[in-house]
């Protein structure tokens, strides 16, 4: 019925109530016509009882039907749509001729649209979550006021083209829309589609079809919102339907606020608020599920009209307590505010009760004069106070109603509900006169640029009450009461009004008192009246008072100042609403007159047209430009090269005491629950941890933690990840609260039941984020966020039931966390550690943590400045701007203003000095330290200026104004403009890029900045957008935190300490931090710190100065404005108050520094490096410093007493205050008992029972301050808690025997006794060696041949299959004993002492020395370090105490002691600082020894921090990509050094040199026992040989072996590696002479002459024994010891992962790419050569030795050295030096040959004496290419080998990492 007219009619009123009449008529039951006539022409006649309408307002009833409202009386009929056509497509989001219609497939498409149509969403009920892309003729859509919309329609198919629908139920068929009801346009067309900054149609405002203006403006508590300033669910008396407690009036919120709300400046911005319409919920909202929630009543609302009238008139008087308000069309009593959230909120989002309100007699109404907005500059707020209240009518948009102050009054009057647990009888209620004069007189001492909190309000109605009856209690209120006190003798009625205007009158005329003389409305028409008149100009707040009916009292207080009507409208937006409201002020054009009126400002010439000439004038290098000299002489960082800094670099912080503290409380709290009798937690049960993070929709915060999660080595820790860890594998154990969490989730979930033995931990991050009830969450409107998803996840039931899932919550926050049905136990909460607290021993730290509490303190009374500022000109330019502009929102305001204030710094820092006075002294400021920080550092490092802007359009704009000041100004290389949207990751360009990976010496191409931490250093301005931060940590170069456009109306405690805590960070603590907060900035102008607010000029119209010299856009403030803190009057000082804040605006800053007295930087200083010793300033609106800064009764900030979060609501009004002493502990029990969660909550369903029987038993709560390290906290306590269940008794050792036992030489027969306990030395040399490698490791390893060994080839055995070759090595899990050795995870009281950490002494200090001594074969020099704790000096010689080292102490041969061990034990090791062996306290039974760790220089600082009373021998930097071959050299070569200083200086004693020890210990970090074999002498002779094994103390083994005969003989001596599959016949022999590995005990006066090989990665303990025994030196093997070795899956050889360093070559690299051709464009890998060639020889030699291929008797000649090449191919090792023990082979024919770096003892002679196969491979392999050539000249290898230029290979390297090349030929 609504597309039969095309044309405007003559008479639209009737139009309208005729076609809505007529449709209306259509859709009843009803048979009779409704009065058209009565209803247009009689409704502002009739009296407004009568005005009973039985239908419904025009279009709104119909689109609550449409979208699932609350059910009606009388539902519609169904509607009967027809048949498609045969064929056509039917399918939901697509057209009948089957194109996508779907705003998500269209979004980026190019839409054809006409001339005049315009793109709007259509809603389908088969796609709820979709919205349908249409083009309609723009004048069948209403303008912004709802009007003048055609009532016919006019449309096209924007999928098929087809155009010319004329009828919307045409059209409704077409895009298949599938209605069960009559199509209308006002019901299913419900979006404009508007494109984004990227050119993408998304979502726009909501067609303001006529109606919603008033629906718009009903904006109940949304479950999803985060801002406190939502209505008040629980406040007011109870419901009668209602059982739950009565929660007291939200006090944490201005007056005002949680109950209304204005509604935005477009009625389609309104409509997207989760509104009540009729009492229906909002059209984008289905029906709640709680019944319990529905069956709640909805009071009527006083002085709202209702929607059930006539649609255009309803302002005529239509009463909302008439039958047809009530009754009328169905619908229940409804709360519908003008203007504002509603008055009372819905049941079903509503508290444990509603608010309501008297029934309200009948009267004339008030009405709101026209142009009320305009005139007043600001929406006057109308708080509803006692009796009754009258109608409104008019012009209702100009208002604001809030219910506040009746439900302070109420709730202020339920003290028997709040006192009657205590026995109090006969308590009197606080009366209402008292009320109203303690109203007046808060008002009254307000301060003109303070907004009234309730929750002062209700501190002084409870002060006032207990004054009056509660006299036991002042004991506990020991503060100065600056407001009356419950008088004696109460007041009456009659005599309220005068004693309210005495109070008022000492007020200079801010409080105005108007006593009415029959009802309010005679006083609202009179406030009215002075508002138009402008008599009311200085007045804030005018309380209207009626005390004439008997002994009741009507009251009101309108809220006239513009300053407070603003805050307190605004901040009944929920932030779904203010961010629309942004939006479309942005994309409609509002703000054009906000920038026309900024380009008046300037005097000199538009802004614009500056910047341009400035460009211009850059880009032809004008000389005489003052901007030219600027940039020129501004230092331009090169970045291809690295100078050098004193700033530090990107660096991962080692964990820190407090963490590992918190660490280690959570585990007791763990093994508590664990330990109760309540059976939750069985820890014995599992055998490994795995773990899941769960964090905000956020990534940056995703990346940061998976940075966290992949540096920490948790993963291979836990067991989880085997090697590398990546990103991308991490990624499976952190998840992002997003659209796709579920599915990962699920998958957690799987896992945790198939793996019931693994004890899962599920770590909630950010625990306050999106708190909302799973059952609400559907309320909410639509975001791209997912709200109640953490509802659903973490509070499912099998999550809640799984007996091996522990949930941590972790938060900076947790208030939200603690109610009265919160789900986690009190003991079951961790608090941060304070600094002062004696349960953490800080040891040494140099890092001092700064937080809020740290800021706060900054801003008392002291010598030096704040830290928290405000800026008294932007806050002035504010103010007047937002009275000009009075329909923009305060956040456009003040984002446009900052904006302006930078672009005008920027300018002004450039050169354009003129552009001084068009900004604060605060932001010239920052942007000359912004600019100036670079070029202070030879790298050119810089600072961080955080911009907090939480709208993201605004954010938006800002840094598109922002990047083109910078383009104009030339500085796109100076720095960079980053917005930081939560949903995307960062977007830095390719300049700045470059930047960061030179500093952070990062090689891969592809790399980009993901997170805050990586922009260290970087100079930039962050744009943060989002409402909430997420936990993002930001850079130590952060050096301003701009909070100025923070919403300053979310004043919850949480909301505040949040936006705070982006500034929180770890400060060096070398000094203290805030002194000379000053000197950092560049001070080059002398006027630099002068005034530029002009506070005393005169000012244009509305305090702007428009032209002319002045630019300031101030309202002067009055003299001595900034002489006291505001809110405190001049009184003595009592020394009760708290500190006074010190003054921090730019007048404060110019008065109390001046000029001339500023320090001067005596050099230039990295910006970075004074960043990290001084926290960051921090801008806020004047607001939150106010509430940040003033202290209340209680010693604490007054912003700690604010509501704690958005989502709890106080109990009672008459709660006693947080006190400045209490703990985090009672600050929790505190919340417990004061606070309960709104239904939106997801605790609200959870109602506690006594005695925490309810509480989950596996649920804890990690609350610590913002970026103190939780994280790294928790990843360290999962690293313990795996460590308690799986290695703290237990550990995994290799348990894998022999290999190659059949090719052992002469295996029958028996050289030694059984019970010899020594071997006899010349039974040992008639011993042949067996240089087959046994050791199970080396099973990959090639065999190594000798003369002796008669094999055949089916003796080798079945070659095992490739992919067995990387098959995980057999281990066996044992029980520690206690002579085990252990990592830095063991505590016991034995050895607490020895490992350095005794409770009763300070930490050992230690010394560093350094050693200096040359190579004897290389003939360089070294210095090596030594870090040599106090307790082992012994064990050195000094020059003198403390002076120079000389050498080591070495026993004697003949020294007898058993009280300690002669052979020192050094001890190589790579990243296992934690999990090396290196306590040897209990291994060697408390003897004494030496043991030296040998580390490398980039790991001495966390070795020495978690080993502290080791020695530790430092490596030089050179070696730190070596392999453990450069350290056994270097240990070699120093021990023999050593031994010949220590014979010199005993020599001068009268020892003989060779009396001195010379042993050494080299062993392995993971030998964790010894073992010893018992034989039974008695079946010596007898095949079957009775023995068993039991572990023993390395001390008994050392010594046993330090006492053999003649033991000086042996060259080396090591023993067996255990295994259980150990055989008889491998212990029968005691003794013999092969390989020894791990534990080696070292002659190095014997071997002096034989070398480690330095380069070497594997097998060069094999290479070692081979050089040895070739040069006739004796091994010993004592095979009745065994060593057991642990399985550690960190460090060691996995310390040098190899890697690609091209950007488009895949992560993992394959072993065949690790050689490539010489020259060619091969990608190059980041790792040694010498590792990229072992490991390439050890997988694919083959290719290069095809004949070798499984053939002993055959094998390849490897001359002076060994290599592995693989399983199946064998090698026969050969030296080449003279006298030396080479094997006889004049028959065997070799299948190739390998030259490894040989030397010049090589010679083409000794080559000729070996015999090859015809097709014999040659491998040849040197330094460089010009080696390898001299190589083949020299050794003549071309007379029998064949070479081709193709057959030459090199490394995978790059040049500068100096490649390795060989060379291979065929034998002729």
């Known amino acids: 019925m609504g597309n039969s007219y095309s044309g405007q009619l003559r008479t639209p009123r009737f139009a309208e109530v005729l076609h809505s009449s007529i449709e209306a008529s259509l859709r009843s039951s009803s048979l009779a016509p409704r009065p058209v006539f009565s209803r247009l022409y009689l409704e502002a006649e009739r009296q407004l009882p009568s005005l009973e309408a039985g239908g419904r307002g025009d279009n709104e ?8 409202g609350l059910e009606s009386n009388s539902p519609p009929n169904p509607y009967q749509t027809h048949p498609p056509p045969d064929g056509c497509c039917t399918t939901d989001g697509f057209c009948q001729a089957g194109r996508d219609l779907r705003l998500t497939t269209l979004a980026s498409e190019p839409l054809d649209v006409p001339t005049g149509f315009l793109l709007v969403g259509a809603k389908a009920p088969g796609l709820p979550d979709h919205l349908l892309v249409c083009a309609v003729d723009g004048r069948f859509l209403p303008n912004d006021q709802g009007h003048s919309a055609l009532l016919g329609f006019s449309g096209n198919c924007v999928g098929c083209g087809k155009k010319g629908f004329c009828y919307f139920t045409e059209f409704s068929n077409h895009i298949n829309l599938k209605l069960t009801t009559q199509p209308k346009k006002q019901k299913h067309l419900k979006y404009h589609l508007v494109r984004d900054a990227r050119g993408a149609l998304t979502k726009g405002p909501l067609i303001c079809w006529r109606g919603s203006e008033f629906r718009s403006r009903q904006t109940p508590t949304s479950p999803c919102s985060s801002s406190p300033f939502q209505p008040l669910e629980s406040s007011g008396p109870p419901a009668p339907v209602t059982t739950e407690p009565i929660p007291g009036a939200n006090a944490s919120v201005p007056m005002g606020v949680q109950q209304a709300g204005p509604a935005p400046e477009h009625p389609a911005l309104a409509a997207t608020s989760p509104a009540a319409f009729n009492g229906k919920d909002s059209p984008k909202r289905p029906q709640l599920v709680n019944r319990d929630l529905l069956a709640l009543p909805r009071p009527p609302a006083p002085g709202i009209v209702s929607n059930s009238g006539p649609p255009k008139k309803r302002h005529k008087g239509w009463s909302p307590g008439s039958p047809s308000a009530a009754e009328g069309g169905g619908n229940g009593a409804k709360c519908e505010s003008v203007d504002l959230s509603s008055c009372a909120p819905q049941p079903g989002l509503g508290g444990p009760a509603s608010v309501t309100f008297p029934a309200v007699a009948s009267g004339e109404p008030v009405s709101v004069p026209d142009n009320l907005l305009k005139i007043c500059k600001a929406k006057p707020v109308i708080f509803k106070g006692h009796g009754n209240f009258p109608y409104l009518c008019g012009n209702l948009s100009d208002v604001v109603l809030s219910p506040l102050l009746y439900t302070c009054y109420q709730n202020s009057q339920s003290v028997l509900r709040a006192y009657g647990q205590c026995g109090t009888s006969t308590v009197q209620p606080i009366s209402e006169e008292m009320q109203l004069l303690l109203t007046v007189y808060y008002l009254v001492r307000l301060a003109a640029d303070q907004v009234p909190l309730m929750e002062d309000l209700e501190r002084i109605f409870t002060r006032s009450w207990r004054e009056a009856h509660l006299a036991e209690t002042r004991r506990y209120q020991a503060v100065p009461q600056p407001f009356p006190a419950g008088l004696a003798v109460p007041v009456t009625p009659a005599q309220l009004p005068w004693l309210a205007g005495l109070a008022a009158s000492s007020c200079d005329n801010s409080v105005h008192v108007l006593e009415c003389s029959f009802s309010l409305a005679e006083g609202l028409s009179e406030t009215f009246r002075l508002l138009v008149e402008g008599k009311l100009a200085k007045t804030n707040y005018v309380v209207i008072i009626c005390a004439c009916k008997g002994a009741a009292i009507d009251s009101c207080i309108v809220v006239t100042g513009k300053y407070q009507a603003r805050i307190l409208s605004e901040s009944l937006l929920t932030p779904a609403e203010y961010q629309n409201e942004v939006n479309y002020e942005l994309v409609s054009g509002r703000v054009d007159s906000l920038g026309a009126f900024f380009s008046t400002l300037c005097p000199e010439d538009d802004m614009d047209i500056l910047l341009d000439r400035f460009y211009q004038e850059s880009q032809g290098h004008v000389s005489s430009s003052p901007a030219t000299s600027c940039v020129s002489n501004a230092v331009s960082v090169d970045i291809g090269g690295a100078p050098a800094c004193t700033g530090p670099c990107v660096q991962l912080q080692p964990l820190r005491p407090f963490q590992v503290a918190v660490a280690e409380k959570l585990l007791s709290h763990v093994c508590s629950i664990a330990d109760s009798s309540t059976q939750n937690l069985d820890l014995g049960s599992f055998e490994k941890v795995d773990f899941l993070i769960c964090v905000p929709p956020s990534e940056v915060a995703f990346q940061q933690t998976l940075s966290h999660v992949q540096h920490s080595g948790v993963l291979l820790e836990l067991g989880l990840e085997k090697e590398h860890m990546t990103k991308q594998r991490a990624e499976q154990y952190v998840l992002k609260l997003d659209a796709e969490a579920q599915t990962k989730f699920k998958t957690f979930l799987q896992s945790s039941c198939q793996n019931p033995h693994t004890l899962f931990v599920l770590i909630h991050d950010h625990a306050h ?115 000009r502009f009075p329909r923009l929102h305060s956040a456009v305001i003040r984002t446009f203003v900052l904006v302006q204030h930078y672009a005008a710094a920027l300018m002004a820092a450039s050169g354009l000095a003129q552009m001084k006075q068009h900004t604060s002294v605060e932001t010239l400021e920052i942007a000359q330290h912004l600019l100036d920080a670079p070029g202070r550092c030879a790298c050119g490092h810089g600072v961080m200026v955080l911009l907090r802007v939480p709208c993201a359009p605004l954010a938006a704009a800002a840094h598109e104004r922002l990047s083109r000041v910078r383009e104009r100004l030339a500085l796109e290389q100076r720095f960079e403009i980053i917005l930081a949207d939560p949903g995307s990751g960062l977007s830095v360009g390719k300049h700045f890029v470059k930047q960061l990976k030179m500093w952070q010496k990062i090689d891969d191409a592809e790399w980009r900045p993901q997170t805050f931490l990586e922009l260290e250093g970087l100079p930039c301005i962050l744009i943060l957008s989002g409402m909430d931060p997420h936990g993002e940590s930001l850079p130590r170069s952060l050096r301003y935190c701009d909070l100025r456009v923070m919403n300053s109306s979310c004043l919850a405690r949480a909301a505040v300490e949040q936006e705070l805590g982006l500034a929180a960070l770890f400060v060096s603590d070398e000094g203290p931090p805030e002194k000379g907060a000053v000197s950092e900035a560049p001070e080059s102008d002398a006027d630099k710190l002068s005034s530029t607010d002009n506070e005393d000029e005169e000012l244009g119209t509305e305090g702007l100065a428009v032209g002319g010299e002045s630019s300031a856009l101030l309202e002067g403030p009055p003299p001595g404005h900034w002489r006291r803190p505001v809110g405190q009057d001049p009184q003595p000082d009592l020394g009760l108050r708290a500190p006074r804040p010190v003054p921090c605006s730019s007048s404060q800053l110019a008065s109390a520094v001046p000029t001339a007295s500023m320090p001067v930087l005596q050099a230039p200083q990295c910006a970075l490096a004074t960043a990290c010793r001084r926290p960051p300033l921090i801008f806020l609106p004047k607001l939150v410093y106010d509430l940040v800064t003033s202290m209340d009764g209680s010693g604490l900030p007054k912003a700690a007493s604010l509501l704690p979060a958005p989502s709890v609501t106080w109990t009672s009004s008459f709660r006693p205050l947080l006190s400045k002493t209490m703990t985090a502990t009672e600050q929790s029990l505190y919340y417990r008992q004061w606070t309960v969660p709104r239904p939106s909550h997801m605790d609200y369903g959870h109602h506690a029972a006594p005695r925490g029987g309810s509480f989950h038993p596996r649920r804890l709560l990690l609350s610590g301050p913002p970026q103190v390290g939780k994280t790294g906290a928790c990843l360290q306590f999962l690293s313990i808690l795996s460590r308690m269940l799986v290695r703290l008794t237990e550990v995994d050792v290799y348990d894998e025997g022999e290999i190659h036992t059949h090719l052992r030489e002469e295996a029958g027969r028996q050289y030694m006794q059984l019970s010899d306990p020594w071997p006899d030395l010349e039974l040992l040399r008639k011993m042949p060696f067996d240089c087959v490698i046994h050791d199970p490791k080396y099973e990959d390893a090639s065999v190594i041949c000798s003369h002796h060994q008669h094999i055949k080839s089916e003796d080798r055995g079945t070659a095992r299959k490739a992919e067995e070759l990387y098959v995980r090595r057999q281990t066996a899990r044992v029980r520690l004993s206690k002579y085990a050795a252990h990592n830095t995870y063991h505590h016991c009281g034995q050895c607490h002492q020895y490992m350095g950490f005794h409770p009763r002494c300070q930490l050992y200090e230690s010394t560093l020395h350094a050693f200096v001594f040359s190579f004897s074969t290389l003939g360089e020099e070294v210095q090596l370090h030594f870090i040599i704790p106090k307790s082992k000096e012994h064990h050195f010689v000094f020059s003198q105490p403390g002076g120079q080292l000389e050498s080591m102490r070495l026993p004697l041969v003949s020294d007898k002691s058993h009280g300690y061990i002669k052979s020192p034990t050094f001890t190589p090791t790579t990243g296992r600082h934690e999990h090396g062996l290196f306590n040897l306290y209990h291994a060697m039974d408390g003897a004494g020894h030496l043991h030296v760790l040998v580390v490398k220089e980039y790991e001495m600082a966390v070795y020495k921090k978690h080993w502290p009373n080791h020695v530790v021998l430092v490596l030089p930097e050179a070696f730190n990509s070596a392999g453990v071959g450069a350290a056994h050299f270097l240990i070699k070569e120093l021990s023999h050094r050593n031994l010949e200083l220590e014979r010199s200086r005993q020599e001068e004693l009268g020892v003989q040199p060779q009396d001195i020890w010379p042993f050494i210990v080299i062993s392995d970090d993971s030998c964790v026992m010894w073992n010893v074999v018992d034989v039974d002498c008695a079946g010596e002779r007898s095949r079957e040989l009775s023995w068993s094994e039991r572990n023993v103390s390395l001390k008994h083994i050392m010594q046993h072996i330090e006492a053999s005969p003649n033991v000086t003989q042996y060259a080396l001596i090591g023993m067996r590696k255990w295994s259980s599959k150990t055989r008889a016949a491998e212990v029968r022999e005691p003794f013999s002479r092969c390989h020894v590995h791990d534990f080696v005990i070292l002659n190095v006066d014997l071997t002096q002459n034989v070398q480690y090989s330095r380069n070497r990665f594997t097998c060069d303990d094999v290479d070692f024994n081979l050089r040895a025994h070739s040069a006739g030196l004796l091994l010993c093997r004592f095979n009745r010891f065994s060593v057991m070795k642990k399985q550690v899956a960190v460090g060691g050889l996995r310390a040098f992962p190899i890697t690609a360093t091209a950007p488009d070559h895949p992560a993992a690299v394959v072993p065949a790419q690790y050689v490539c051709a010489p020259d060619s464009r091969h990608t190059f890998l980041a790792a040694p050569a010498q590792l990229l060639l072992e490991k390439f020889l050890q997988h694919h030699s083959h290719r290069f030795f095809p004949l070798s291929r499984r053939s002993l008797h055959h094998p390849v000649l490897s001359v002076d050295c060994y290599l592995s090449l693989g399983p199946q191919i064998s090698i026969c090792y050969v030296s080449s030096r003279p006298h030396s023990s080479d094997i006889s082979c004049p028959d065997l024919k070799f299948s190739g040959l390998l030259l490894y770096l040989c030397d010049a003892l090589v010679g083409a002679s000794f080559l000729k004496k070996f015999h090859f196969l015809k097709g014999a491979t040659l491998c040849i392999i040197c330094q460089d290419r010009n080696s390898l050539r001299q190589t083949v000249v020299r050794l003549e290898l071309e007379d029998e080998w064949q070479f081709r230029l193709r057959d030459e290979f090199q490394t995978a390297n790059a040049k500068e990492d100096r490649p390795l090349f060989f060379l291979t030929g065929r034998h002729i």
């Open 61 to 68: 009833d119909e689109e609550e039907e449409g979208d699932g």
């Open 769 to 883: 984020w999106d708190l909302v009830s799973s059952a609400a969450h559907s309320l909410c409107p639509q975001s791209d966020v997912p709200v109640g998803l953490v509802d659903r996840l973490l509070n499912c039931r099998e999550v809640k039931e799984a007996p091996n899932i522990l949930t941590l919550h972790v938060t900076s926050f947790p208030y939200a966390l603690q109610t009265q049905r919160t789900l986690v136990s009190p003991y079951n909460e961790v608090h941060w550690p304070v600094s002062c607290s004696s349960e953490v021993d800080l040891c040494r730290s140099n890092q001092k943590y700064f937080g809020l509490s740290e800021f706060v303190d900054s801003t008392l009374s002291g010598h030096s400045l704040p830290l928290l500022r405000y800026d008294s000109s932007f806050e002035a330019m504010v103010t007047a701007l937002g009275k």
